[in-house]
């Protein structure tokens, strides 16, 4: 009885640790062509030809600057409520990478400071995730070769390096 006991503690302990999931259902979302809230970072690729934007609209902006062109708007896992909030934004050197950190679903519903997403901007498609961070992501940035990404955390959070 006594080791049935210590099995039911451990697995209820152990259900306890799984962090919630995001909603998987769609947003209903109206694409207004340009951002609609609070932009709060840019980026520049190394060329200068695109730039990047990120916003409290829910919203990642790329631009392409010789044209004054839209090229894509990309977005962070959302919520409801909070999630889905972008507050950095870093372009890789060749403009083929867009970092994006903030307020994402998995950081309002699991009280985390979220993931870092890693977009390809030619197709649009997330293609990697970094974290959970401690803290929402406040700032990224590329290292001059494109092999590291740093990231400022919101708060006392500090910074965190990705190769």
Known sequence: MRHLLLLLFIFLAAAGTHAAEPPQRPFLVIDAGMHTGV?????????????????????????????????KTFRLPMSDGEGGRAYAVALS???????????????????????????????????????????????????????????GLAGTGGVALWQ
Request: proline share 4%; net charge negative.
């Open 39 to 71: 932009i709060r970072r840019v980026d520049v690729s190394a060329d200068g030809k695109l730039l990047a934007s990120a916003s409290e609209d829910k919203t990642l902006q790329l631009w392409s600057i010789p044209e004054s062109r839209l090229l």
């Open 93 to 151: 050197p060749d403009g083929r990478i867009l970092a994006a950190g903030g307020l994402d679903a998995d950081a309002e519903i699991n009280g985390n400071g979220g993931y870092v997403y890693l977009f390809d901007t030619i197709s649009g498609r997330i293609t990697g995730r970094l974290g959970p961070l401690p803290e929402a992501t406040s700032d990224l940035d590329f290292s001059a070769d494109g092999q590291r990404l740093a990231v």
